[in-house]
């Protein structure tokens, strides 16, 4: 592969750092929706790629046009002209190619300017697809045209770009072309990996690798360019991932202090302790990951492992027992939940479990306590409950030994550091019922230790579920009654609207308010995340107690809530959720030996959503319905990615490239041990400004 230098472009055009606007073809408009979408300068550009490559190279006789194509074909355009529609009032151009062979009609939708701009008697090249018309005839539908210059070849491989904030396709194939000049300028990109590297794995020069994509030779296959495995598009999937790496690894070697203040005492009296808290016998894959958790605090560094479990699994009650020991050491312990309800609801679980031998403390934002604060702080109180917010504020442990983070899979290496700054290092249990894979855990978190319970607690009935269209809530209601008058609580889950706590309450009160008097005399509570922290309280206790005997709620139940004599869950609008989401709202019944009964009520469907609710139905298994959930939607939703602010790829795919996370990995503890040397210079200058800023982040708090 060899990159032409093109002089002339090279004396006038911009450089790889010229601001995005004055690349010609851009200006101050486009440019600034470019910058605000991180592409800054004209280099940046150059890492936009095309999303597919339109073959313009085997041109065809007018007259061989007999299937849907796409085609490319030669000739003069005759008869332009702008048709209206007489029901839309939509102007279409109309054209016919006239080749050799004949004649084919030509169509573009929406596109009048292209009558006045369209040439009689000038030849064209037409790229596009073929449709049938009336009369057995075929007809080219909105096919790109370029005008052809005496003796021209043939057009090659042609890139098609992904629009990027409102620039089209068209405006991005000019600009872009229009700087590839500049891969063959020496050191306007420059190469990030060492040369060694890059033989290990055969993987071309960072220049020539954006080359090859932008403007493919003549020869090259459509299927090696659609390819993950060309070695061009192996060399920025690597590039991309391994900068990740190097990230995370500096991070650790900058911020981790190796070894932690504190010691745990693990003796045959420790162990008492905790057998005396336990309210069952632990499954074998309770005790395994106990084991596993246990001999990390005997270790001088801090622990990080997450602790990945279904639903239901069972990991509430490994927490307790790891911060029985941290308690019995001498040290403190902290539980943290994502939302207040849930650690309202883990402060009367762990109350009843360890409450009467220990003094535990529940810490909100919505609750200032400062008898319980200034209690922690001289370490009075033993385990503090709270949100995740609880290592964020100012609140003040005065040894604290054992962080728990309940239903979080984002808590990384950033976070941790966060914590040290602090000066606290306690060691740090995250639990999660979100399958992750390993490779994209360690993206995640850089170093972490992953332990499963892969078994549930005995005497689960398995969930029964239906999905059924919310034109039968009626008979599902009477059902519902019928099935309540023999005991049992049940759920009535309606979603967030448009992400909005308010118009979610209101849909809430509306919707809810019919369920609850069809359900009367059936005694009923509302539950919404706009509550104040002591009514949802109240309406907890009063649920858990079964006073209450239906729960009409939004999504606040969806993680952790466990009240074992729920038996049914009414699921609205439940084509509006996600299947992961689906599996945490579901996973709130079957918690008992009672046999329980999901419902799922939807409006109308698209046919992915009735996928999604079929596969719902089909399994309780969050693993493998996070696989199909990975087939329907890509990784980033499943993961609840997007809304996480996880890292997110611009070439890489952490499942699809599993390979190259791993080498990348490795490669990157090698290249942080001997980062000064000169070699590394390039990589330097693209990684340390990006960890700068994650460690401004954290000074920043
Ligand atoms: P999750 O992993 O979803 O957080 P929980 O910790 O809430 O699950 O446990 C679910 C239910 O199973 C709780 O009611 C808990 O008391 C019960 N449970 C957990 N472990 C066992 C066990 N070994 N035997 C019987 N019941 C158990
Ligand atoms: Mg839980």
Redesign the pocket.
């Known amino acids: 592969m060899r990159v032409e230098p093109d002089a002339a472009a090279a004396a006038s055009g911009p450089r790889a750092d010229t601001p995005v606007r004055f690349v010609r073809g851009v200006g101050p408009q486009r440019g600034a929706a470019l910058a605000a979408a991180g592409i800054e300068t004209a280099g940046d550009l150059l890492f936009h790629l095309p999303g597919r490559y339109d073959d313009w190279r085997h041109e065809q006789p007018a007259s061989a046009v007999r299937s849907e194509g796409p085609w490319t074909l030669r000739g003069e355009l005759r008869d332009v002209r702008v048709v209206r529609t007489r029901r839309r009032g939509l102007a279409l151009v109309r054209a016919v190619l006239c080749d050799e062979s004949g004649g084919i009609p030509v169509i573009w939708f929406n596109q009048p300017y292209l009558a006045n701009r369209i040439e009689a008697g000038t030849t064209y090249r037409l790229h596009g697809p073929a449709r049938p018309s009336e009369g057995g005839r075929w007809e080219l539908i909105n096919p790109t045209l370029r005008p052809v210059a005496e003796g021209e070849p043939p057009r090659g491989l042609v890139p098609v770009y992904p629009p990027l904030r409102g620039v089209g396709p068209a405006t991005l194939a000019k600009v872009i072309g229009g700087l590839l000049p500049l891969l063959a300028q020496p050191g306007e990109i420059p190469e990030p990996l060492p040369a060694a590297l890059r033989a290990r794995y055969g993987l071309p020069p960072l220049a020539e690798a954006l080359h090859w994509l932008h403007q493919p030779p003549y020869e090259a296959g459509l299927e090696e360019l659609a390819s993950r495995h060309s070695p061009a598009r192996s060399r920025l999937v690597y590039g991309e991932l391994l900068e990740l790496q190097l990230e995370l690894a500096l991070l650790r070697l900058r911020g981790a202090e190796e070894r932690k203040p504190h010691r745990y005492r693990i003796d045959d009296e420790v162990r008492a302790a905790a057998r005396a808290a336990l309210?069952?016998?632990?499954?074998g894959a309770?005790k395994r990951v106990l084991r596993e958790i246990v001999t990390d605090l005997a270790r001088p560094e801090p622990m990080l492992r997450l602790l990945q479990?279904?639903?239901?699994?069972?990991?509430?009650?490994?927490a307790a027992l790891a911060l029985v020991v941290a308690v019995e050491s001498g040290l403190q312990g902290a539980f943290m939940a994502p939302t207040e309800l849930l650690a309202e609801q883990h402060f009367a679980?762990l109350s009843r479990l360890l409450g009467n031998r220990y003094r535990l403390a529940l810490l909100s934002s919505s609750r200032r306590d400062p008898e319980s604060r200034a209690a922690l702080s001289r370490g009075e109180v033993q385990i503090a409950v709270g949100t995740h917010a609880l290592l964020q504020e100012r609140i003040d442990f005065r040894d604290l030994g054992l962080a728990v983070i309940?239903?979080q899979h984002r808590f990384g290496v950033e976070q941790r550091l966060q914590l040290q700054r602090k000066g606290a290092r306690p060691d740090l249990l995250v639990?999660t019922?979100t399958p992750i894979p390993r490779s994209l855990a360690l993206t995640i978190y850089g170093d972490l230790e992953i332990s499963c319970?892969d078994e549930l607690?005995?005497?689960r009935t398995p969930i029964a579920t239906e999905v059924l269209p919310a034109s039968e809530r009626r008979q599902v209601y009477r059902r519902l009654r019928q099935e309540l008058s023999g005991g049992g609580q049940a759920y009535l889950v309606f979603p967030l609207i448009e992400g909005s706590e308010s118009i979610s309450a209101e849909a809430v009160a509306e919707l809810g308010s019919q369920a609850r008097e069809y359900l009367a005399p059936l005694p009923s509570a509302v539950l919404h995340g706009r509550l104040g922290a002591d009514e949802r309280e109240r309406v907890m206790r009063e649920f858990a107690s079964g006073r209450v005997r239906v729960l009409v709620a939004t999504t606040v139940i969806e993680v952790?809530v466990?009240v074992?004599e729920a038996t049914w869950m009414v699921i609205e609008s439940a084509e509006r959720f996600g299947l992961a989401q689906l599996h945490q709202l579901r996973?709130r019944i079957g918690?008992g030996p009672r046999p329980s009964r999901c419902i799922a009520l939807h409006g109308r469907l698209t046919e992915a959503g009735r996928r999604r609710l079929e596969i719902f139905a089909s399994s309780q298994d969050g693993f493998r319905l996070a696989e199909a959930d990975l087939e329907l939607r890509g990784p980033g939703d499943v993961l609840g990615w997007r809304q996480s602010g996880l890292p997110s790829f611009r070439f890489a795919h952490p499942l699809l490239d599993q390979a190259w996370l791993e080498r990348a990995r490795t490669d990157a503890a090698e290249l942080a041990g001997r980062w000064a040397e000169p070699e590394l210079e390039p990589l330097r200058a693209r990684v340390e400004p990006r960890l700068a800023q994650r460690l401004g982040r954290l000074a920043g708090g």
């Open positions: 309210p069952f016998r632990l499954t309770q479990g279904d639903v239901g699994s069972g990991k509430t009650i490994v679980n309940d239903e639990m019922a319970l607690p005995p005497g952790g466990d074992p996973g918690r």
